[in-house]
């Protein structure tokens, strides 16, 4: 019997509902990277929840702060009072902003900070005389947020597709998937041709009505921490600039540190036009993203009657003051250099794992940012038999081992398998030992399940 099978037959029927009907035992308690359930069974976080909670969990300097500010306030709407840990948060944030990036805004989650982004693109076109400007370019696949607005922005079919009559669909590029291509071309040129796809469709659309270019610095489950060619990044900002588009980073997943930098961006020194947070920014702790925009934007809009968006906790202190703790122990504990170290070290065990199995296409990312595909062919790079449901089988077996791991299908959502493996910032080597022993058996036992034979 599985573990979903035992917590489904064991526990009383929920009134909850989420993506399925697949139930997971309860969580009882979490610590560092591990969380155990009700029986006291201890899983390692191996994602972090969703790459969420970048500081491990039940950091005790976070906890002091938020017990603190719940002893002053736990609400204070914007409309009626400002408040400091809002405040301060805003200014620390604006210190790890690219130079310009000097105006914030709150809000709870990723979804939010994307459709804030697209909000204030567009009320900045109305505002400066550009009212034809509303097409945001995105690119295929990608993952934006889940609300109708950054659905439309969103290539990702599986997510996408029941919502498509009730949305405007936005035009896409293809992401820069350079590692699966088989030319005769350098890195560095696939990465201009891949770049310059933005150019022939901003004019396939018309510059006049082309807002804006959105994209994940460094992708996130929709492509598998995806990387670019470095060519790829002064190619996209010298296009944006040439026809007066604005560049949207989402950093939600690769943002606050996660990958070695406070920024995913910062690895090529991008110059983006407005930038989404969240994930790591409050870390599992609260609700908490952001917006972050230069005044240059921000200033036409308030100026031609204000910004007409907002959420009721954007900006909430308790939240606010999680961030800031946050904060303050990615950069006393060094966290940042840490994300790159066991970064570093876990990417060469990932990349062992690909030697000892043929059906390891490909490992890639950045820091704590990882993840592997799963190809039939690597010659080819072929993904697997869709039949074989092999991104979710690999989490189940995983999860069953006491590792938490997350998955998502590559090309489009529809096939290409591929794992993340993406550890909290202060994950140590002997832990990065654990996971990697875990996975390893897993593999094994993925390979003995659907015809895959492990290379010894």
Known sequence: MTIEQKAARERPASHLFYQSRLRRPLAERAEGIYIWDENGRKVIDGSSGAMVVNIGHSNRTVLDAMKRQMDKATFAYRLHFENQPAEDLARRLVGYMPEGLDKVFFVSGGSEAVESCLKLARQWALATRQDSRWKVISRFPSYHGSTLGALAVTGY??????????????????????????????????????????????????????????????????????????????????????????????????????????????????????????????????????????????????????????????????????????????????????????????????????????????????????????????????PLPRHFEAYQRVVDIAYDRGLIIYSRRTRGGVEGDHFLVCPPMITTAEQVAEIVTILDATLEQLAGEIPLAARK
């Open 157 to 382: 079919d599986a997510l996408k597709r029941p919502f498509l009559p009730m949305i405007k669909d936005m035009p896409r590029i293809k992401a820069p998937t350079a590692y699966l291509d088989r030319d005769n071309l350098s890195m560095e040129e696939r990465g201009v041709r891949y770049a310059d796809m933005l150019e022939e469709k901003i004019l396939e659309e018309g510059p006049e009505s082309v807002l804006g270019f959105i994209m994940e610095p460094i992708g996130g489950a929709s492509t598998g921490a995806l990387v670019a060619p470095d060519s790829y990044f002064p190619r996209i900002r010298e296009i944006c600039d040439k026809y007066g588009i604005l560049l949207i980073h989402d950093e939600v997943m690769s943002g606050a540190g996660r990958t070695g930098k406070y920024l995913g961006g910062d690895h090529w020194r991008c110059r983006p036009d407005i930038i989404a947070l969240s994930k790591g920014l409050g870390a599992g702790y609260c609700p908490l993203g952001a917006m972050l925009a230069p005044s240059r934007l921000v200033q036409p809009v308030l100026d031609a009657g204000g910004f007409a968006h907002g959420y009721t906790y954007a900006g909430n202190p308790l939240a606010c003051a999680a961030g800031l703790a946050v904060l303050d122990v990615i950069e006393r504990q060094d966290l940042l250099a840490n994300a790159t170290h066991i970064g570093t070290l876990l990417r060469t065990e990932l990349e062992g794992l690909a030697e000892r199995y043929p059906f390891i296409g490909d490992v890639r990312g950045k820091g704590l940012l990882l993840a592997a595909e799963f190809v039939s062919d690597r010659e080819t790079m072929a």
